[in-house]
């Protein structure tokens, strides 16, 4: 029961370090956001793609999965672009209930085709800890064992682990080795306490100290570490001083979209092919979605490509007043100015 599973569905193993991952994130990383990053990243940069994070509560009600395993929905291009570019897409799953995480993997295992399960210990939203979920069960380690265990034995998928440092204060070293006891197929750390949300600096000191712990006990299981990296050197400085195995991207990707293609310079890219990426992510999301998702959800996006050019600002101010698709594209077609014939989308 302790072993990892020693099968050819392990991934992580085989990777090319350093290994490069997006964070799974709430109303993010939907499959129509996932095939705009992997699309511009640059070949083998980005290795692991995550779905958004589904409750395992609700994928283990009839009346709730309909909802819940939307998050897990592909579109056949996302499929058809991971495929070409050898990149892994892994399901997340949280809950406190280590017979709904067995429910659910097996569910998973028989509906979708993917190629590894995560498990959330890291989220710090308040109402979420405070039913025990996530980041609470960091000090609540023999659940979170069971919880790893129930989940490896639904499936022969590699079961990954995605988590903090601490809940009110860093426990780094127990903690991960704790973890370890489970022996998961890979483990990101962000450098925060659960305290700490997103408010304060995070301490890539503590994930350093996981990394140690790791050498000591299962030196082959890969590390990324998390928080606070926002360009490609700043991800390749931090795997060099902490000798973690790869990193994992999570707010970055609002600051730029083109993290994976280290050889695209943001700064640099003209207000045309910004804003063809943003046409792109909202014409893929408005046939992905249509009715089944509320168009504002988009509109959080729509400052990444609007930034950094002449009339930016004025255009994302009125940007973030669409309700549809044809909103935005009367905005930018008024923006150009151009004729139909001559419009560039």
Known sequence: MNNIKDTDTNFWNKLSKPIFALAPMEDVTDTVFREIVADIASDNTLSVLMTEFANTDGLCHKVGRDVVSKRFYVNQSEKELLKKKNIKLVAQIWGNKPEYFTEATKWINE??????????????????????????????????QEIVYATKEATNLPVSVKTRTGVKTHQTERWIKQLLETKPTAITLHGRTQKMQSEFPAEWSEIKKA?????????????????????????????????????????????????????????????????SLLWKHATLYNQTWKDDKNFAIIRRFFKIYSSEFSGAGKLRAKLMTTKSLEDVVALLKDFYKFKEEEYPF
């Not at 993917?114 to 609540?140: E, H, Q, T, W, Y």
């Not at 790869?246 to 700064?267: A, E, L, Q």
């Open 211 to 275: 990394v140690e712990v790791r050498n000591s006990i299962l030196p082959d299981m890969p590390i990324l570490g998390n928080g606070d990296v926002f360009t490609y050197d700043d991800a390749l400085q931090r795997i060099k001083e902490t000798g973690v195995d790869g990193v994992m991207i999570g707010r970055g990707i609002f600051k730029n979209p083109w993290f994976f293609n280290p050889n695209i310079n943001p700064d640099e890219l003209s207000f045309h092919q910004k804003l």
């Open 111 to 144: 509906n979708f085709d993917f190629d590894g399960i995560d498990i959330n210990f890291g989220c710090p939203v308040k109402n979420v800890v405070k039913s025990g979920c996530c980041s609470a069960l960091i000090d609540n380690p023999s659940l979170a």
